[in-house]
């Protein structure tokens, strides 16, 4: 998402880029599919940047009165535990949410870039050295990683960042990688090594806006996973640490008062739901729409 | 094909050496000490020190990894000038360190804090066992009395005769460490590479058969889901991929793609709610009385079956239908719809063994998010898995138990991958026959 509205600033100073962009936009648009999660995506981005209008109360603030009660007119989606409205909380999660996920996707797409344009440009030993490695991570499933990072460095806003651009890294250098290794052999890239150029100028200036389109494709697709890893591992309490608002912490506190307040696990469950779903979707009709044209 | 076997099996111990290694460094930096975490806030900074001693930590990091990596008995049998042996002294009895007389009779001491005097517990060949008052202590220089022996808890432990300050060790969180009055201790271990992946931190007690009756009860419920998830997704993916573009095809790829978006805890959370709170149909959670496998319990794993089911089907299903569409399109099927074949024919004669290969070593290499998945599921419903395990593990840094867990998940995860290769080989002739 960040790499789309940076695009948009370059944008503005040239016209034909922005109707380039229209041109990308309205390909989502014909995908119905598409579309709907387009919608669904705005709308939480919407919500995240109004919370502290949207939002009712102070997510934070306790009532020892009304604990684990149902919808009021007071709390429109009621309380938990502690006493707290669930509305708020549930729209202030949004923002963690919202920010934390495109932040780790941004990581790994920086490091993930980094390490596949220098595998991939230097080939060789530091090909062999920097991909071997990345295999041994790829080769350790992903939960287990998750757990060691986070029980090595604590669960934090910051570490849950870490862990995750740690594990997306790899699959990022894969793919620059085997790009790169194609555009390598390319023409304009003899040219430029016979003009003398450095190889950080050829890498990052020749080689990089060429790996552009895929990338931001693959990234987009991240995203969403970066919200389904960030749910799971507040769910097993791997996450924010507990007055922060986070959907998947809110289903496990939520999921031990499921006798008396079966309602409060429901909410935080629809919203990471339909917020997995509007981006797998969007990101599904703009593959499906972009291989067509092609 | 040989040789290439030989060097994936190289590259998995590779890769689970790198990542032992990685784990004994994090754990080292991790803040946080397990001793403390055991001992609660209010022990002293000497019990600290003393279960550190005990558990080994205070030795060097390299020494540590050694120790857990090939074991060390056959370094510290040369304290106490006997062979060491780790096994059953009864049939009955649990797996425990012992000292070996020459006679075969297996020793251990135990120190008596009344009297800070040893006495020795002595098994004969033929099962007695006795328990008597030990005088073989040795003599320093300086006349202080020691002695190098291993004690109930698998330590090699340095006693001092009549020593000031030899109290008891901390016997803490309900457990006792059953030695006590030592100066210096350390652990016993057999090593991972000789089948001993030591003492669990968190619970006193060796990982090993913890770790076995855990993975069996997770590769149950990973082989059940499995059986339902295979026919339900391939039938799904083939009928779609047939009719590429219809209505049918549609729901089943929306549902498909829903489905696998869903994160495992909350379609879990969602199944717990309906299933057990509002219609009350399933227990909600599968706690199992201790040693009982999960089959004679159906009723409990039903929920994590359906759970995993839900979150796995959908992506094989995109994944054969996939294939399902690239094959019908192929030219040798239009040749055989154009010669006149009946539609089944082409189906199952001609489209199906191309179509299923793909997806079959997909499946191989999805190991990894099944994984991830069960040990989500496993959260969710309390499901005495090694998913589990490795979380509760992780949460209390039991390094040990980590450590383990992760070798077996590695060499499962680097393992089916293998597995993928070798069948993809040998379904597909045009690999096979270069």
Known sequence: MSALSGGTKTAEKRPSRLRRLWGGFSIILESRVGTIGLCIIVFWVLVA?????????????????????????????????????????????????????????????????????????????????????????????????????????????????????????????????????????????????????????????????????????????????????IGTLGFLGLGLPPPTPDWGGMVAEARKFIWTAPLNVLWPILAITSLVVGLNLFADGLREETTRYQ | MFRFILRRLGFMLLTMFLVSVVIFLVSEVAPGDVARHILGQFATDDQVKLLRQQMGLEQPLYVRYFDWLVGNEWRLRNKVDMPLVYTKARPKDEIQWWAEESDGTLVQWKYKTSSGSLEQIRIAPDDSREVVDFEGWKTRDDGSQYFWGVDTAGHVVLWVKNVEGAGSGPAAAGRSLGTSGGQEYYPLKKGLLRGDPGISLRTNRPVGPTLARRLRNSFSLALIAFLLIMPIALALGILAGLREGSALDRSISLFSLITTSVPEFASGVFLILVLSFWLDLLPGASVFVDDTAPLQQPKLIILPVLTLTLAEVGYVARMTRASMVEVMNAPYIRTAILKGLPYRRIVFRHALRNALMAPITVIMLHVNWLVGGIVVVEAVFGYPGLGLYMLDSALFKDVNAIEAGAMVMVALAVGTQLIADIIYTFLNPRIRFT
């Not at chain 1, 963690?96 to 797409?109: D, E, G, K, Y």
């Not at chain 1, 980094?114 to 080939?123: K, P, S, V």
């Open chain 1, 49 to 229: 940047i109004f919370a502290p209008l949207l939002a009712p109360r102070d997510p934070l603030s306790q009532d020892s009165d009304a604990i684990n009660k149902g919808s009021s007119e007071q709390y429109l989606l009621g309380t938990d535990q502690l006493g707290r409205d669930i509305l708020s909380r549930l729209i202030f999660g949004t923002r963690t949410i919202l920010v934390l996920a495109p932040l780790s996707v941004l990581a790994s797409v920086t490091v993930g870039t980094i390490l596949g344009l220098t595998a991939g440009y230097f080939g060789g030993l530091v090909d062999e050295v920097v991909m071997r490695l990345l295999d041994a991570i790829m080769a350790f499933p992903t939960i287990l990683l998750y757990l060691i990072i986070i029980a090595a460095i604590g669960p934090s806003a910051v570490n849950v960042v870490i862990a995750i651009t740690f594990v997306g890294t790899p699959g990022i250098a894969r793919l620059v990688r085997s790009l790169t290794l194609d555009i390598r052999t390319r023409d304009y890239i003899r040219a430029a090594q016979t003009r003398g150029e450095h190889p950080l100028y050829i890498m990052f200036v020749e080689i990089l806006p060429n790996v552009r389109g895929p990338l931001i494709i693959d990234a987009l697709l991240r995203v969403g996973y970066a919200i389904f890893a």
